[in-house]
């Protein structure tokens, strides 16, 4: 079932506490009995928190907002509405203290070489990748790998990748979930924006004969891309950090593509290694 998040109101920048708390809590589908039984504490506490006829604790508010699952950014908010200082730092991902983070990113890109990789920020924007994405993208069009590159725009765009893949109502259909999801756990509004941008994308003119290889469609959704070397077919993963308390690092991404068949794995190795690809069959 396709989510429709509702936005929160009031604005989170005007809303007090008890407003924010009741917000998150209905964004999440629970019922006040829900969250207290969760968060260990009585529903006439939780109740009054909501309307204002209480004050929540520092340390109240950091569990209601653990049990509720929200986003680091979104945390320091809650903190703030409540009186209390910020608790989690932002830093740029340039920063000294990250930097054995950025290698731990770097590791990762670079390891899955010939396979591409990249990097992502909380609203998709290109942060890294490796020396396999670049052939990926090469015929989209030149605005859209303009900085900052949001990874989902090139893939849908009419201009970007979306003539080119091959099951592009499949991949296209995975992506929209995908982001619909994350508007509705985040309460973003750049994602929402983002998400009615996509939706209103046309569909690229249907391909002639693709030739798409064999179907894992019954395990993953496959991106299958027509590229100059053949068609491509890709499944792909996500990785993120575990324990974040920095919130970039919180809101990063790496997406891995994965061949997802022999005939893919071949081209990526031989273009990997210099080589010129096979033709295609």
């Known amino acids: 079932m396709q989510a429709h998040p509702q936005p929160l109101s009031p604005s989170r920048a005007q809303a007090s506490i008890g407003e924010l708390l009741r917000a998150w809590r209905q964004r999440r589908r ?14 006439r ?18 569990r209601l907002a653990e049990r509720l699952e929200v986003p680091l950014r979104e945390r320091n908010g809650l903190l703030t509405a409540a009186g209390y200082a910020p608790l989690y730092r932002e830093r740029p991902l340039d920063d000294p203290e990250l930097q054995a983070a950025r290698d731990a990113v ?59 893949i091959a099951n592009y109502a499949q991949w296209r ?11 509705a756990i985040s309460a973003d509004p750049v994602l929402q924006d983002l998400l009615h941008e996509l939706r209103d994308y046309p569909a690229p003119p249907p391909l002639h004969n693709p030739s798409p290889h064999p179907d894992i469609g019954a395990v993953v959704v496959p991106l299958q891309l027509i ?32 061949p997802a068949d022999a005939a893919t794995a071949q081209t990526l190795r031989r273009l990997g290694d210099g080589q010129p690809a096979a033709p295609a069959a």
């Open 30 to 43: 629970l019922s006040q009995l829900d969250l207290a039984g969760d968060a260990d504490v009585s529903t």
């Open 45 to 62: 506490h939780l109740s009054y928190l909501e309307t204002g006829r209480a004050q929540p604790s520092r340390e109240m508010v950091l």
């Open 106 to 164: 770097s590791r990762v890109l670079d390891g899955m070489a010939p396979f591409p990789a990249l990097a992502v920020d909380r609203h998709w924007q290109l942060v890294a990748h490796n020396a396999a994405v670049p052939m990926l993208m090469a015929a989209a069009s030149p605005a859209l790998l303009k900085a900052p590159l949001n990874v989902l725009r090139l893939s849908l765009h009419p201009e970007g990748l979306a003539p080119r």
């Open 173 to 183: 259909a995975h992506l929209i979930a995908r982001l619909a999801q994350q508007v």
């Open 227 to 258: 590229t100059e070397h053949g068609l491509l077919s890709f499944f792909s993963t996500t990785t993120i950090f575990g324990t974040p308390v920095d919130i970039t690092l919180s809101e990063l991404a790496i997406e891995s593509f994965f």
